[in-house]
């Protein structure tokens, strides 16, 4: 069984920068994607970025070049740094794992971006 959790988020001002961490624990496999999503109020879950691999990263490209992903294979983190926020990123994120082809989800964290 892997359990997902997230911490960093938080209320900022647009243009401000936040950091979302989440720890996973059980069996998680260096082969193991993990990343982020994000649900907005009435609308659906999107993902936001995902490392599949050490070499294979993937964005929305609504946050290219403001949001970076990083893992930790060692300690089995996963990290989204948010430069720039703007109030449209405001949602639930939601740390997301795929362990041999079983997905994972996070309890989500709120962040909000005001004007």
């Known amino acids: 069984q892997v359990q997902l959790v997230e911490s960093g988020g938080g209320l900022v001002q647009a243009g401000g920068s936040l950091r979302l961490s989440c720890v996973a624990s059980?069996?998680?496999?260096?082969?193991?994607?993990m990343g982020w999503y994000r649900q907005a109020p009435g609308k659906q879950r999107e993902l936001v970025a995902f490392?599949?691999?050490?070499?294979?990263?993937n964005y929305a490209d609504s946050v290219k070049g403001r949001f970076t992903i990083s893992r930790d294979y060692a300690r089995n983190l996963v990290y989204l740094q948010m430069n720039g926020l703007k109030p449209e990123d405001t949602g639930v994120y939601y740390c997301?794992?795929?362990?041999?082809?079983?997905?994972?989800w996070g309890q989500g964290t709120q962040v909000t971006v005001s004007e």
């Open positions: 997301n794992a795929k362990v041999l082809q079983v997905v994972y």
């Open positions: 490392v599949s691999s050490p070499t294979t990263t």
């Open positions: 059980g069996i998680i496999y260096s082969t193991s994607g």
